[in-house]
């Protein structure tokens, strides 16, 4: 049966309202912390009654995960598209372009990175599997795609190759995720990929977080200082 205008205008509703709750949460995350979403808070916020947000999400948790969900994803697919758009035969521009692509989408949308990368929740429970685990999956995947797209080069003929890593050194749901998608990578690639992620979440956590600030007016430079050096170590210059 086909919906009447009033259902449309209903469906509508609800959809931008919950739009303008998402956005409410992220607001107050970012003046109060992580504390600052209740839903009581955000009713009051929007000048709605405690009840009828309940109608929307049934408890604080769902929306959380609900807000981790939609910038998790919305994260990765900014990375997926910056990988698929960089040239296949020039491994230290994937590098770039995908590191590139994460400083940008954190530093326009940093309480969304702060809600996935850094402040919990207090008493925040997500569900089985995660909040989002499709989103996680093709991250883990992206980082992972970082280390063998270099493997060829000085991280794989070098120090990555006999840094002495097992399999049983890393968590099984994090092989789960990268051994389907790189069945040649050896567990030195997977330390890389690791090694890779923490050199790059690093920086873009201190900008993100403002520690960067006092110290320096061109955090950009740093960051890409950063990139020409690690692609160096990994032999693979632009």
Request: glycine residues 10%.
């Amino acid at each position: 049966m086909a919906a009447t205008p009033s259902t449309g205008r209903r469906e509508r509703l609800r959809i931008e309202t919950t739009a303008e709750i998402k956005r409410t949460a992220l607001e107050l995350m970012r003046s109060g912390g992580p504390d600052a979403i209740t839903l009581r808070a955000i009713a009051r916020e929007m000048g709605m009654t405690a009840n009828a947000i309940y109608g929307y999400f049934a408890t604080r948790d769902d929306l959380v995960t609900a807000l981790v969900a939609d910038v998790y994803t919305a994260l990765a697919d900014a990375l997926d598209a910056a990988w698929a758009a960089s040239a296949q035969d020039a491994p230290a521009g994937r590098i770039q372009a995908w590191a590139h692509a994460f400083r940008s989408w954190a530093l326009a949308n940093p309480e969304g990175f702060r809600l996935i990368y850094g402040d919990p929740v207090p008493g925040y429970r997500a569900p089985e599997g995660g909040a989002a685990p499709d989103a996680a999956r093709r991250v883990c995947v992206g980082i992972a795609a970082l280390a063998d797209t270099a493997w060829g080069g000085a991280a794989g003929a070098g120090a990555g190759a006999g840094d002495g890593f097992d399999w049983e050194d890393f968590d099984p749901g994090l092989l789960d995720k990268v051994r389907p998608a790189f069945p040649a990578l050896p567990p030195a690639g997977v330390a890389l990929a690791l090694r890779i992620w923490g050199r790059l979440h690093g920086l873009v956590v201190l900008e993100v977080y403002g520690h960067l600030r006092a110290q320096t007016s061109a955090p950009d430079k740093l960051f890409q200082a950063e990139l020409a050096q690690l692609t160096r170590s990994l032999g693979i210059e632009i």
